[in-house]
């Protein structure tokens, strides 16, 4: 099961997740992605930690983040949330992090 919350995501550990994402400009507005532009997923333990546990490129054609049931599976349940980011790299360099410092909580399955 996947529950979303504002930027809060929370999924049953060893549940696939496969969610849409949307980038909107401050007034609302969405932003229509170009060919050049990259955006990544990166899912950390702690802010701090110095590389990503997962870290994904969304593609641009249905702008689904997905994470395979085997990659939420190696997640730890239960305890504090993890923490992940998206941020786009516009094909002029720009590099802009629209979702930031956002809780992904992962809970229990029943075996």
């Known amino acids: ?66 994470l395979e049931a085997e990659e939420t599976k190696a997640l730890k349940a239960g305890g504090a949330p993890y923490v992940y980011d998206i941020q786009i790299t516009m094909e002029g360099g720009t590099v802009c992090t629209f979702i930031d410092r956002a809780k992904f909580t992962v809970t229990e399955e029943v075996d």
């Open 1 to 66: 099961m996947v529950t979303i919350n504002g930027t809060s995501i929370s999924v049953t550990r060893g549940d696939t997740l496969d969610i849409t994402i949307e980038i909107l400009y401050p007034d609302g507005t969405p932003y229509t992605v170009l060919a050049g532009d990259v955006i990544r997923f990166a899912l950390k333990q702690r802010y701090t930690d110095p590389e990503p546990l997962i870290c994904k490129e969304i593609p641009h054609a249905g702008m689904n983040l997905r």
